[in-house]
């Protein structure tokens, strides 16, 4: 029987920490039992793990005993790590004992999934160096601040590199534990769980879910002043040459410093505005995806289009059909 070990952080609890240690050890359970009888055998034996007797969440509401002290796991197949608090700059030193042992273990063979924020712990641990890593697209800015050598994929729900697996944000990691429970059991287990607990199965991208927001806390007081100008005349026929000699500044060295203060270039800076005003638009007007995409300065249907399905993993008309019930069909 194979070992699957739910961490139980002590400290930066957030609200979604709970969900995440519940959920897994729900649809674990549950996959067991239907495997078990379809195969008159149990796969996993599930265990929450932590570094004290209690932790305790969301203001002192709820609390988890954790089964074991994680000194007495000497051995595990699995390790989930829960979301913590968004709001990381450095693991706490009372969570610091989980870092050399996911360490050792995944040494051992062991392979080990965070879920949203997790990445946070899994990050700490080097394990992620040069793999790649999806987390909460909202955490994008500050995880890349912190862990630069980690490949960011927050357009996708799911990543699978050499034994470590993470996902995106909220609650999509129900679709990471469904992906678990394929990989360790079967397709017919997952499609069960999947229905029981009615988690889409198969879904990758989270890209339709993000909400821009320009990264302004950079302290380049050009490159805040020229953000603010793309998103008051996003509309318009900007020229990024123009720009750039709005501020004195060459186009290179504008380039450059928008790109370091950002993480996009101005033209990217300005077609993710362009996109996200017209997200806006389909998903609360009545109005053609035509109407939207003139409304946000695109004359070309398909080079619209294209971008927009880029920027959301979705057409225009499908996003639209999607988040708006009141548009016209």
Same mark, same amino acid.
């Given at each position: ?154 357009? !996708? ?6 034994? +470590? #697996?993470?996902?995106?944000? &909220?609650? @999509?990691? %129900? ?123 695109? !004359? ?6 294209? +971008? #927009?399905?880029?920027?959301? &993993?979705? @057409?225009? %008309? ?12």
């Amino acid at each position: 029987m194979k070992h699957l070990t739910i961490l139980v952080p002590k400290v930066q609890t957030g609200p979604n920490t709970l969900s995440c240690i519940v959920g897994t050890y729900h649809i674990f359970t549950e996959a067991n039992r239907y495997y078990q009888e379809k195969h008159d055998q149990t796969l996993f034996e599930i265990e929450l793990v932590g570094l004290s007797k209690q932790s305790v969440f969301l203001n002192g509401l709820l609390a988890v005993m954790p089964q074991k002290d994680i000194s007495a796991i000497n051995r595990t197949d699995l390790i989930v790590i829960p979301a913590i608090n968004p709001n990381f700059n450095t693991l706490d030193k009372e969570n610091i004992p989980f870092i050399d042992w996911i360490r050792d273990q995944y040494t051992h063979g062991a392979n080990v999934a965070s879920m949203c924020t997790g990445a946070y712990v899994l990050a700490s641990t080097g394990l992620l160096e040069a793999k790649s890593c999806s987390i909460h697209w909202n955490a994008e800015k500050n995880f890349k601040q912190l862990f630069p050598h980690v490949t960011m994929k927050t357009d !996708s729900i799911i990543t699978d590199e050499q034994g +470590i #697996f993470t996902n995106g944000g &909220g609650y @999509s990691f %129900l679709h990471l534990l469904i992906y678990l429970v394929e990989k360790y059991y079967d397709r017919q287990t997952a499609i069960y769980c999947s229905k029981i607990f009615q988690i889409d199965i198969d879904r990758q991208q989270q890209s339709d879910f993000v909400i821009f927001n320009g990264q302004k806390k950079h302290g380049d007081e050009m490159v805040i002043k020229a953000q603010e100008y793309i998103e008051q005349n996003f509309a318009e026929k900007i020229s990024i040459q123009k720009l750039s000699e709005r501020f004195t500044v060459g186009r290179r060295s504008f380039d450059r410093r928008f790109i370091k203060a950002t993480g996009n270039t101005p033209i990217e800076y300005l077609q993710r505005v362009k996109i996200e005003s017209a997200k806006k638009e389909l998903e609360i007007s009545g109005k053609t995806v035509n109407e939207v995409m003139y409304e946000v300065g695109y !004359s070309d249907s398909k080079a619209f289009r294209e +971008i #927009f399905r880029k920027v959301t &993993g979705l @057409s225009p %008309l499908a996003y639209r059909n999607k988040y708006n019930k009141s548009a016209i069909k």
